[in-house]
């Protein structure tokens, strides 16, 4: 089973930008579908991105949508998502996971998360 450490979150002014990492562990991580979630307090999780194990094909959420980019080095067994334009709505603990493709993340049944990493946006 793969390892997943979620690094980048903080807090910054909206308007502004974060790029979250996501490091996994195993020797086939190359094989692997990757993407993010997120959880506010109080609210349900919500499909954020994911990506195919090429990178050939990307899905997003509707809130990420034109602002956020999620991306793969498989070299480097590494996953991110570069967030733009972030909003106090953004605020939420940024998941990273492993599923089976991109329809199943999208709805988020996944494999396997990290702990999460707390992005705070203030207005």
């Known amino acids: 089973q793969v390892q997943l450490v979620e690094s980048g979150g903080g807090l910054v002014q909206a308007g502004g930008s974060l790029r979250l990492s996501c490091a996994a562990s195993g020797r086939t991580f190359n094989t692997y579908t990757m993407g993010w979630f997120r959880q506010a307090p109080g609210k349900e999780r919500e499909f954020v991105a994911a990506?195919?194990?090429?990178?050939?094909?990307?899905n997003y959420g509707d809130s990420a949508k034109g602002r956020f980019t999620i991306s793969r080095n498989n070299a480097k067994n590494e996953v991110y998502l570069q967030m733009n334009n972030l909003k106090p709505e953004d605020t939420a603990v940024y998941y990273c996971?492993?599923?089976?493709?991109?329809?199943?993340?999208?709805?988020?049944?996944?494999?396997?998360r990290g702990r999460g990493t707390q992005v705070t946006v203030s207005s």
């Open positions: 996971a492993t599923g089976p493709n991109i329809a199943t993340m999208t709805n988020l049944r996944i494999d396997s």
């Open positions: 990506i195919t194990w090429s990178g050939g094909s990307t």
